[in-house]
């Protein structure tokens, strides 16, 4: 097959092609469609771009390696993201050798499904410049979080199954990292008066 032809090709049939007919230079395909997403959520989850190559590279890696046990070849896209978060928390967890904790304080039902809370409203109105400067300050598990929030638009349960904790504590998580970004930005915006 032309390699030009490949392009045109779903995820679900370039994966067919590789598993079925082992077509070897499909992974290209792959590759070339994942490869650049996969390293900028790398690097914005560990803030070092050496570190974000490698642990792209592992999270490739680690796709093709397993793409025979994918069910749905159609979901490759959600699956590498998948991949790349549990392969960063892994490593942010051993770089930190923190452990990601549960819901410390406050109840669940104090977290609301609100999206016009004044967190929501503030990070709208920032602008992209201040928002990257002040989304480097957060500690990475916030990062984490509110990419999966907010940057690839996750369901709570998805998340809470990546970080391998409850929906409330992953709503609570998602909350207080909302809240320690605004009170990063009103220090900001206090600071420029």
């Given at each position: 097959m032309n390699p030009a032809d490949f392009q045109k090709l779903s995820d679900n049939d370039v994966i067919t092609l590789i598993i079925e007919k082992g077509e070897k230079q499909a992974l290209g395909i792959l590759y070339d469609r994942y490869a650049a997403a996969i390293f900028r959520k790398c690097l914005a989850m560990c803030g070092n771009a050496e570190q974000a190559k490698d642990l792209a590279h592992d999270v490739i890696l680690k796709s093709f390696m397993s793409l025979s046990s994918l069910k749905n070849r159609d979901a490759y896209k959600f699956w590498v993201n998948r991949i790349a978060y549990n392969i960063c928390i892994d490593y942010l967890n051993l770089k930190k050798k923190m452990k990601i904790d549960f819901?410390?304080?406050?109840?669940?039902?104090?977290?609301?499904?609100?999206?016009?809370?004044?967190?929501?409203?503030?990070?709208?109105?920032?602008?992209?410049?201040?928002?990257e400067i002040l989304f480097q300050e957060l500690s990475e598990q916030d990062r984490v979080i509110l990419l999966m929030q907010y940057q690839d638009a996750m369901r709570i349960e998805d998340i809470a199954e990546i970080l391998q904790i409850g929906k409330s504590a992953a709503k609570m998580r998602i909350k207080r990292a909302k809240e320690r970004l605004v009170k990063l930005y009103d220090e900001l915006a206090t600071n420029q008066l």
């Open positions: 819901l410390e304080e406050g109840s669940p039902e104090n977290v609301t499904e609100d999206n016009s809370t004044r967190e929501e409203k503030v990070l709208k109105e920032m602008q992209l410049e201040q928002l």
